[in-house]
Each structure stands twice: as structure tokens, then as C-alpha cells.
């Protein structure tokens, strides 16, 4: 299978820059499998197509503000640093990527915040875009997640472009989004509403759940023709017993 098949041309027009006023709102597209028919209609029409113990499973994972601006060394060169993954809760050692990543490298002091709340330094190369970085902060650990949190913005996908508003903080997130660790939210699970939830309920349809962490693969570009070649980053998984 070839990179080249998956070709196609987006118009920067048809894609949304922002969701709708409610999420069962949007827009759904179904394919009937045994006439190839193809219908459009909205994701509460979803309640047509299923019944009394069909099963629905969902991904609990909670997306964190993932994406930090701020400068190297203390001048005016601007970086971005992506937060992919605590390595250790003591030392405030994190997994990042770095941009731009040729003017990174180790050794060097990133500074966070109009005041400097926040500095790391970067002690590890780990891709061409990967760094391992330590946050220089004295106080307790629950100070330091917060001034983390406050300092980071929503990650929101590179083709959405324009800039983090405030109610992207709720609207890109599930809204039974549990347990914290991914970069990107289940985006399939961004449609479900209480409502609609609560309607299939109704109808008798069961819910599971299971945590599946996305995290830096979604932000790979895929640079090999032959798929068979193109190599994937792990992800954490956590499924319970009686999920499964």
C-alpha cells in the first residue's frame, strides 16, 4: 500500500474552524454496507441504527493543555514546546517536541510565562523533533501541575487554523472524559451530547469504557511511500476486566 493513494485535495474552505452550537449537531454520513448506498444526516439521527443490547464503547482519556509558547534562553527567540508525557513525577521530567528543533538543543534554558513562571532545561535529544526536558521548579508538585496547566493551551489540530479561544477548553474534550494523558481528544467521541447519551440509554443500548491515551503518532507526518515501512509510536492503553 502507497502513501501517494491516500492523496487528495482539502479544501481549506470545507474544513470547520469551529464546532457546532451542540455537539449531536453535526454532521454524519452512512454507508449501507450491502447496497453501497450513502446517506447524509445528522449524528442524533444515529439512535435509527441501533437497538436493545447493542453495546457502545467509549475512550475516556482526557486531553491536558498540551501546547506551551515561550523563549530560549531567556531571549527573544521564540519556541513551542508540545507536552507529550511525564517521565518522572520527582525530577518534573518530561517527554516534549520542540519547534523550531534545530535551535534547540541540550543544554539549553526555556523560560515560560510573561514573568518566567516556568523554566526547563533541555537535558536529551530523543527524535529529530523530540527533547527531553527538566522543569526547574522548587515548590510542591500539585503548584507545579498547576502552573503548568495554566501556562499550556488546548492542542488543537494544526489544520484548524486560528487561535485557542477559551471554550475550546470544554468543547475539545468528551464529555465523559475521565482519566488525563492524551494530546489529541477521541474525536469520534466529541459528537455524543448528555442528551443523546441518555437516549440511548433509553433504548437500552450498553455503554463500556476503556482509556486509550493518542498521543504522538497523531502528530507524525507519514514521510515513507510504502506504508509497510512507516513506523508508529506506542500508546498507553488501559483496559479494566469487565470492559473486556
Keep these: 500500500m502507497k502513501l501517494s493513494q491516500f492523496k487528495f485535495k482539502l479544501p481549506d474552505e470545507l474544513i470547520a474552524l469551529y464546532p457546532t452550537k451542540h455537539r449531536d449537531e453535526s454532521r454524519l454520513l452512512v454507508l449501507h454496507r450491502k447496497t453501497g448506498e450513502i446517506e447524509h444526516r445528522y ?4 439512535l435509527a441504527y441501533f437497538n436493545d443490547q447493542d453495546v ?15 523563549t530560549k534562553d531567556n531571549s527573544e527567540a521564540k519556541i513551542e514546546v508540545f507536552l507529550l508525557r511525564e517521565l518522572n513525577h520527582n525530577l518534573r521530567m518530561w517527554d516534549v517536541l520542540v519547534d523550531p528543533a534545530r535551535k534547540i538543543r541540550v543544554g539549553n534554558k526555556l ?14 535529544n530523543t527524535t529529530s523533533r523530540g527533547r527531553t526536558v527538566r522543569f526547574l521548579y522548587d515548590g510542591e508538585y500539585e503548584d507545579f501541575r498547576k502552573t503548568l496547566y495554566a501556562l499550556g493551551e488546548t492542542p488543537l489540530p494544526r489544520f484548524i487554523q486560528r487561535q485557542v479561544e477559551p471554550e475550546d477548553a470544554s468543547r475539545y474534550q468528551t464529555i ?14 466529541l459528537h455524543f451530547s448528555r442528551e443523546l447519551m441518555k437516549r440511548l ?14 498521543g504522538l503518532c497523531n502528530y507524525r507526518e507519514i514521510d515513507v511511500e510504502d506504508l509497510t515501512k512507516n513506523k508508529m509510536d506506542s500508546e498507553q492503553m488501559l483496559l479494566t476486566p469487565d470492559t473486556a
Design 176 to 189: 465523559f472524559a475521565r482519566n488525563e494523558g492524551a494530546v489529541v481528544a477521541p474525536t469520534a467521541g
Design 111 to 124: 523560560y515560560f510565562g510573561q514573568n518566567n513562571e516556568l523554566v526547563a532545561e533541555v537535558i536529551d
Design 201 to 214: 440509554e433509553i433504548l437500552g443500548v450498553n455503554f463500556a469504557f476503556l482509556t486509550l491515551h493518542a
Design 43 to 46: 449524528f442524533t439521527d444515529i
Design 56 to 70: 457502545f464503547v467509549f475512550n475516556d482519556t482526557r486531553v491536558f493543555p498540551a501546547r506551551l509558547y515561550g
